[in-house]
């Protein structure tokens, strides 16, 4: 409008109604073009949605701050809420295009000093709007230094989120010799492209954090001006991310002096490290005397540094849309040479290397637009251009562009045929597929990043050999695969019988698989199966779309989902709703505590615990989700029995016999004790008494949860730990719900296995009484499965129950699908072995066992098995295991349990 306003006045005589129509049209065209464009503020239950960032990783609630030029929408968490690394709040939490529902972004967390809470928690926000632009200003002052971080958005580049800090120091103090970005992307959730002006780096390679030795992580870290992060095309609209460095100096008495900007990517984060002073030896490696510079760095009195950092976004979901604004004037040779080509695949993905290089430096990749389309920019080089499809394809060409103008054509891109499988329709069931002698298992659903840790595929969400079919109309109906031999099987869990058959299929050739769908051979009348621990893209650590998780998890013939995202709850009746599985699933909303950040209080942080049911409050931060950074567990518990539905308590995974053990073990370190649980010691022993101190203002305790994981996944061996430790707790007189839950949070871990079965009346998903289904659970009215079924009793009395008298005899009643092997039955007494028998059959029916009690005790029945065979096709790494929870033994029959203690 400015520029109509200008080409009117010059048609106008310079009399005074020329001059007011002037001026009345600049301020019109001021007006219209200022306040709709920027807006910075606190969200209030007034902030309009077009300034709300939506997506499926969007967190932002009341309380925290948006930022918007009509294009870019950004949210900065308040000061009260917590970080994913740090405890405090202040920083960007949510990035993407308004009106597009693609947010991805995780988090962009400062450490300072190389500490998650060494220095500066965010104390004040204030958000500020001009006519070229908007910001949001965060401020903390801490051992002497004053810290402000300008988040700022304009017109001129509406795709860019600028970052600007300046560390200042006023009085003496604390040193600090560092600060480092973390841009954090949870287990590879955002796939993360490691990228300088050069153009030479490792690209999608990365090292592994806990696997990589010292020297090969030193040898990773290199200069770097940019990061790129891919959002997944499964999880919404796609989307990528460019971090830039531009400058980073320190101002003192000489005027600016450059910083060196460091970066490394891993699988769950991806970091640059700025020191505090120049370097003494700039260079692209940071070398060990520049390291040594950090004993000494800090910044003087008086003096200051600046970083200036800027977040580009792109609505191509790839690297080179950004990666373009990095190299169309850099190169050997001064310059970029504009690539272009076309293809009729455009699901492919174009990988550049550099050629030569023994590292095969990575330079970019490119994906064809909707009308396959290819249009990218590289330096000036020698490249290796790699062209990967599905279904194993791939084509390498060698292109010199060393001595070629500023552009150049690459025909079309033209690739051998797949084979296509025509999928069967109509009835619910899970799909694997196996290579046959030389053919590998086929990869379906592969973002074709080729993402590596230490040397090792790590696969996005969606990628798996299973195909999932739900019975319904949003079933897919082919799949294209390299053309080969395969194994084909249909399961739809431990109820059901399997399926299998043999297809050979031809490049070009369009097969209509022939299988037979999985047929019931077993009622489970009074017990509904359930998976209590499951995650979609709404946690921060996977892109699974919910559509297809619930897909899956109907394949797998499992009735009750309880969605646990990590700190954040999701929409799971707007999730059910959506993708129209009301009427054959019903799916709960719960939430998985996931403490990260070590603080005084609780230096080995509380590991994590799914709370159930959780109410989703949609306007709140996180869904409403507890803030729990540096609480202790006991403190965490108080505030769920706070909540409507007094929600169950489950701790998860609470140990790991992996060297070191996870931290998010509960059992491996107490939070507070830095030592394990001893499940040979009584709570009030130094090992243990943790777990007993009660909360001066609660009364409650670190032992006070209802329910605990003894399965979850795989993991066998912590399977075996962790029953020792319930077993323990069971005789000191904590009656604690032993439970089975899959943990999966992608199609290539198995939904529903293990599973619970809850004995519990079932009168159909449309009245299903979710207060009476949570209180079996509570009773322990449980057994857990990964394929055997359990019938057990105590002369009546079943897991959770109490049976009364001095004797009795045990029922039990295993039953197990033919491909489902059983091999053992154990019986354990007061957490003892007690008994154990082979079962020669698959099934053992009507077992009845003559006990005898000298006490008060409990009793819980397990069955194992040897997994081979379509068992270990079908659930590979997994272990074919049942266990019951207690049955009660009043021996003395004066109407109470007394526990019978530690042996």
């Known amino acids: 409008m400015r520029h109509l306003g200008k080409q009117f006045v010059l048609r106008l005589d310079r009399s005074w109604v020329g001059v007011a129509l002037w001026l009345c049209i600049a301020w019109a065209s001021s007006a219209y073009a200022q306040p709709a464009a920027f807006h910075a503020g606190r969200i ?22 948006h930022l918007s030029n009509g294009t870019l929408c950004a949210a900065i968490q308040g ?123 490792s690209g999608f390679r990365h090292t592994s954090r806990t696997k990589s030795g010292y020297l090969e992580i030193a040898s990773a870290i290199r200069t770097a001006q940019g990061i790129v992060l891919v959002g997944s095309d499964d999880q919404g609209p796609p989307i990528s991310y460019l971090y830039r460095v531009r400058e980073s100096v320190a101002t003192n008495e000489k005027g600016t002096e450059p910083l060196n900007a460091h970066s490394i990517g891993f699988s769950s984060m991806s970091a640059v490290h700025f020191g505090t002073q120049p370097a003494w030896f700039p260079g692209d490696e940071p070398g060990l005397l520049n390291a040594l510079a950090l004993l000494v760095n800090d910044v003087p009195l008086g003096e200051s540094i600046e970083l200036r950092r800027e977040i580009w976004l792109s609505t191509r979901g790839d690297v080179a849309s950004l990666t373009d604004r990095l190299y169309r004037d850099v190169g050997s040779g001064g310059g970029s040479v504009h690539v272009t080509g076309t293809t009729a695949d455009i699901d492919i993905r174009v990988h550049v290397f550099r050629a030569g290089d023994q590292d ?197 013939g499992a009735e009750v989902l309880v969605a646990t995202e990590h700190d954040a709850v999701g929409d799971v009746a707007g999730m059910l709703d959506d993708a129209a599985f009301g009427d054959r699933i019903t799916a709960l909303g719960g939430l998985e505590v996931t403490t990260i950040s070590p603080t005084p209080r609780n230096p080995y942080t509380t590991g994590h615990l799914n709370v159930y049911p959780y109410p989703y409050r949609p306007d709140l931060n996180r869904g409403g989700a507890i803030q729990d950074e540096g609480l202790r567990l006991r403190e965490i518990i108080a505030r769920t029995r706070a909540l409507p539905d007094a929600p169950i308590v489950q701790l998860n995974h609470p140990r790991d016999v992996s060297d070191p053990p996870d931290v998010d073990a509960f059992f491996g370190h107490l939070s507070v004790m830095g030592t394990p649980f001893d499940p040979d010691q009584p709570l009030d022993s130094d090992a243990n008494k943790s777990l007993i101190e009660a909360d001066p203002i609660s009364g409650i ?26 077993f323990s707790l069971l005789a000191q007189g904590h009656r604690i719900s032993g439970m089975a839950n899959s943990d999966s949070h992608q199609l290539s871990s198995v939904v529903a296995v293990p599973r619970t079965y809850v004995r519990f009346e079932d009168r159909g998903i449309e009245q299903f009484d979710q207060n009476g289904f949570y209180g079996a659970v509570r009773r322990g009215h449980l057994y857990g499965t990964t394929g055997p079924l359990l019938d057990v009793n105590l002369e009546g009395a079943g897991p959770g129950d109490q049976f ?69 096709e079908v659930l590979p790494e997994f272990t074919p295991l049942a266990f019951t929870n207690p049955i009660f033994v009043d021996a003395d029959e004066d109407g109470s349990w007394t526990p019978p203690g530690l042996p």
Not at 44 to 65: K, M
Not at 470 to 482: H, K, M, N, Q, Y
Not at 823 to 840: K, N, T
Not at 848 to 871: H, K, P, Q, S, T
């Open 44 to 65: 209030t239950p007034d902030t309009t949605e077009p300034l709300r960032v939506r997506g499926s990783d969007a967190i932002a609630g009341l309380g925290d701050w």
């Open 701 to 726: 305790r670190d032992i006070d949860f209802d329910a605990m994981e003894l399965m979850n996944g795989n993991a066998t061996a912590n399977y075996r730990a962790v029953l020792r430790d319930w």
């Open 804 to 872: 009364s008298g001095s004797r009795g005899k045990l029922s039990i009643n295993v039953r197990s699908a033919p491909w489902v092997p059983v091999s053992i039955l154990r019986i354990y007494v007061d957490g003892r072995l007690e008994i154990e028998r082979a079962i020669d059959e698959p099934s053992m029916r009507a077992e009845l066992v003559a006990l005898e009690f000298a006490a008060d005790a409990f009793i819980v029945v397990e069955v194992e098995g040897v997994a081979g065979g379509d068992y270990a």
């Open 79 to 201: 000061t009260e809420h917590h970080g994913q690394l740090v405890p405090g709040g202040g920083y960007l939490v949510d990035l993407g295009h308004c009106g597009r529902d693609d947010d991805q972004w995780i988090a962009l967390e400062p450490l300072y000093n190389l500490s998650r809470d060494e220095m500066f928690r965010i104390v004040d926000i204030e958000a500020q709007v001009h006519p070229r632009g908007a910001q949001i200003i965060t401020r903390a002052s801490d051992a002497g230094l004053e810290l402000t971080t300008r988040y700022v958005v304009d017109n001129e580049q509406p795709t860019r989120l600028e970052v600007r800090t300046t560390v200042t120091r006023k009085q003496a103090g604390a040193r600090i010799f560092s600060i480092t970005d973390i841009l954090v992307h949870a287990v590879s959730s955002l796939r993360n492209f490691m990228v300088n002006d050069g153009g030479a780096y």
């Open 360 to 556: 095969g430096s990575h330079i970019t990749m490119a994906r064809p637009d909707a009308n396959g389309r290819l249009s990218f920019h590289v330096p000036r080089g020698k490249y290796r251009f790699e062209f990967i499809a599905s279904a194993g394809r791939r084509l390498v060409r060698e292109v010199d562009l060393s001595r070629e103008g500023q552009s150049v054509e690459l025909g079309a891109v033209v690739f051998s045929k797949s084979g296509r499988v025509q999928l069967p329709s109509g009835n619910p069931m899970r799909l694997v597929f196996r290579g046959r002698g030389d053919t590998p298992d086929p990869i379906f659903g592969n973002d074709l990043t080729g993402l590596t840790l230490g040397g090792k595929p790590k696969l996005n969400s969606h990628a798996t050999s299973d195909v999932h079919l739900s019975g319904e109309g949003l079933d897919p109906t082919f799949v294209d695969i390299a053309p080969g031999k395969y194994q084909v099987y249909a399961t739809r869990g431990p109820e059901f019988s399997l399926t299998k058959t043999k297809i050979e299929i031809a490049a070009g050739q369009t097969l209509s698989l022939d299988i037979d769908q999985p047929t019931r051979l077993f009622e489970t009348t009074g017990w509904i199966s359930a998976d209590f621990h499951v995650h979609t893209a709404v946690s921060f650590d996977s892109t699974l779309a919910p559509a297809a998780r619930l897909r899956s998890f109907v394949a797998e």
